[in-house]
């Protein structure tokens, strides 16, 4: 993307992730038609738009006829008809795919979007842009461009604005599938979780690079790697985060549904300290030492490095919590949980255990094996792991500021 084209798409993300999707969705209270407000400003055109809280957006301008578009995510269209007769004149309403619904509206000449940004303001918040004029090619040029990418988008665009501000813009994850080689992990009705986390993280891996993640397995194969290693392995190619992706088996009647792990000293409960216990395990019979010790010194710098991390890994787990309930996965009752699993220690990167379901259950099962299901769990960690990254840059570039 060239920077012009980037001033002229700036697509934003601001999802709070304290309230699930779905309950987002729901609401639908009408704006006033005084949510919009427009103004002249030194020649230049200010739009400032109320909404009842943060949402992901992204705004550019179109020719033929001029016009400015806002595209906001899990906004309903009808809260939104109060609008149709905008100060700037008739606006264009409508509902645009996966959950997005679009403003359209009439520009009088030729601008360019200069800045914009959405704000959390007392009660809700409240998008503003700066539209400056623009020479009729230049304006040409911004709304080709913008349409050819309106045209093709389907989830948030997260690398143009972090390219902006001259931060890396790939990420790269690392997919842990869980046990292998003479670790089977779980068995049952003829499915071994090794295999079917395999599986599964090679279709997540082409989910995420079909979006511009760069993707990297622990391991690609049926072999036994030792959970250090596979941190190490994470860490080698620079992983921002590493998801490890299991498939369990509990006792029968005690677990459905997926479940996101995140380290803790005490489990949340018996369940989950005894599959943390479960998986080390697997590590002793095949030989390895947990018990190597890492000097004082070397402890003091992972507990100042997990201080920093640790945040960042809550918001993921809970985004991932809201994604997986936004793509109707059946979620274990309380699906964010505690506990010390040895694979989640690295102080560095954030990193999170999924137990995508459970083996144990006839209903997950039945899930594990269902290519459809799958995909709706891949799609909604790709979204996730999308917005995740965008709220963590916003979050960066605030505290710069
Ligand atoms: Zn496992």
């Not at 309403?93 to 030729?110: Q, T």
């Not at 080689?181 to 079917?196: I, N």
């Not at 255990?353 to 899930?367: C, K, M, N, Q, T």
């Amino acid at each position: 993307m060239t920077m012009r084209v980037v001033l002229a798409f700036v697509l934003a993300v601001g999802l709070s992730l304290i309230m699930p999707l779905a309950a987002l969705a729901e609401t639908r209270p009408l704006l006033a038609p005084e949510s919009l407000q427009v103004a002249r400003v030194d020649g230049d055109l200010s739009v400032v738009l109320d909404l009842p809280r943060r949402t992901p957006f992204r705004v550019y301008v179109l020719a033929d006829p001029l016009r400015l578009v806002v595209d906001l995510r899990d906004v309903d269209p009808v809260a939104l008809q109060g609008l149709a007769v905008s100060p700037l004149g008739p606006a264009g309403i409508r509902s645009i795919r996966d959950g997005w619904s679009r403003i359209a509206l009439p520009l009088p000449a030729p601008f360019r979007i200069a800045s914009a940004t959405m704000a959390q303001v007392r009660d809700g918040a409240r998008l503003s842009l700066r539209l400056e004029p623009r020479e009729w090619e230049l304006f040409v040029q911004d709304a080709v461009a913008a349409a050819a990418e309106a045209a093709r988008w389907d989830y948030p665009d997260t690398t143009g604005d972090a390219a902006m501000r001259g931060e890396k813009d790939r990420i790269v994850v690392a997919l842990d599938p869980g046990h292998g080689g003479v670790d089977p992990g779980a068995q049952a009705a003829g499915l071994t979780e090794a295999e079917l986390m395999l599986g599964f993280a090679k279709e997540l891996a082409e989910v995420l690079r079909a979006a511009g993640v760069d993707v990297y397995l622990t391991r690609d194969s049926d072999t036994f790697v030792a959970l250090d290693e596979r941190i190490t392995r994470a860490r080698t190619v620079g992983a921002d985060l590493m998801l490890s992706l299991h498939a369990d088996s509990l006792k029968q009647g005690e677990a459905t549904g997926a479940t996101i792990y995140m380290l803790a000293r005490r489990a949340s409960d018996a369940a989950s300290e005894h599959l943390a216990e479960s998986h080390d395990r697997a590590d002793l019979l095949a030989g390895v030492d947990l018990a190597r010790q890492d000097d004082a010194l070397a402890l003091v710098m992972m507990d100042l490095a997990r201080t920093e991390t640790r945040p960042r890994t809550e918001r993921l787990a809970q985004g991932l919590a809201d994604a997986l309930r936004h793509a109707r996965i059946g979620m274990h009752r309380r699906p964010v949980r505690g506990a010390a699993f040895s694979v989640l220690k690295a102080p560095d990167f954030p990193s999170l255990l999924i137990e995508v379901g459970f083996l144990s259950s006839p209903r997950d099962r039945a899930h594990l094996t269902d290519p459809q299901w799958r995909a709706r769990f891949q799609t909604a960690i790709r979204d996730a792991i999308l917005l995740w990254v965008q709220d963590e840059r916003e979050r960066t570039a605030r505290l710069r500021r």
